[in-house]
């Protein structure tokens, strides 16, 4: 694949990740990758989100407090986001609703959420979105509070076909992850097939949501677990695998996919805050 490629949503300052570090960026080149968003999940990780885009230009940063991680957060942790926010252009993410998670807190997550989603929309920031079995409260929420003007991403779209259009009309883009490739997940396969050209996004979600062994083609290992990982430069075989799905030249879908990018992440690509 000649065009350059683009990974709409990753968390390579993951620990599995890290003592790979170099051997991953070398691949990454050898792949064509041009910009990968790296998306901080919590106060502990922002440093290293941070110090990979000081690393290398392929990263563009994106600081977020995820639901996961709501309960665990620090009294300071909104000074600290907005610190991070002053070292230079990045995103805000990965934010969300989660209700598949045990012991859910969803009013702490909104309250989290909100907070995050309108730092975005007052700076115009892109914002990387996770969302497992809060669908609808989500949509009531974003039709609810007035989002960035860039967009934002809902990262491996999980939700059903009836939300495209309402969420596309907000700003939505949508990212398909090579674990949509397995079998088992047919109904979020067809349900890509319904998603706007124009707001259709790539991604590897790296370390996890590991394709099948098929959109393997470099194989990892966590090196304290044991276990397969998902390495970052499983974009190309992520990008064939959709290219095969929606019936399309793989060239072609690189193509709209980095014009896509473009337009959600462009702000940042050029330095710009607002």
Not at 183 to 209: N, W
Not at 224 to 237: C, D, F, L, R, V
Not at 247 to 264: D, H, I, K, P
Request: glycine share 8%; with cysteine.
């Amino acid at each position: 694949m000649s065009l350059p490629l683009y990974d709409g949503h990753n968390h390579l300052q993951d620990v599995a990740l890290v003592a790979h570090h170099d051997r991953v960026l070398a691949e990454l080149d050898r792949q064509g990758l041009a910009k990968a968003v790296v998306n901080g999940t919590r106060e502990e990780d922002w440093a290293a989100v941070l110090a990979l885009a000081q690393r290398t230009p392929k990263v563009i940063p994106s600081y977020g407090m995820h639901p996961w991680h709501v309960a665990q957060r620090s009294p300071k942790w909104q000074a600290t986001l907005l610190n991070y926010l002053k070292q230079g252009p990045a995103g805000i993410g990965e934010i969300g609703l989660d209700r598949w998670i045990e012991n859910y807190d969803i009013a702490q997550q909104e309250e989290v959420f909100l907070w995050q989603w309108r730092l975005a929309a007052e700076r115009n920031l892109p914002v990387s979105i996770h969302c497992l079995r809060s669908w609808g409260r989500l949509l009531e929420l974003l039709q609810r509070e007035p989002g960035p003007r860039c967009g934002f991403l809902l990262h491996s779209y999980g939700g059903p076909r009836e939300m495209i259009q309402p969420l596309a009309k907000l700003g939505a883009y949508f990212s398909i992850s090579g674990y949509f490739a397995h079998e088992r997940k047919g109904r979020q396969r067809e349900t890509f097939r319904h998603v706007p050209p124009e707001r259709l996004l790539i991604e590897t979600d790296a370390p996890d949501m590991l394709p099948p062994a098929d959109c393997v083609q470099f194989p990892l290992v966590d090196e304290t677990s044991g276990k397969p990982i998902n390495h970052p430069a499983n974009i190309g075989a992520i990008y064939r695998f959709a290219a095969g799905l929606l019936e399309e030249n793989v060239e072609e879908l690189a193509a709209r996919v980095a014009q896509n990018f473009q337009r959600l992440f462009g702000g940042l690509l050029a330095g710009k805050r607002d």
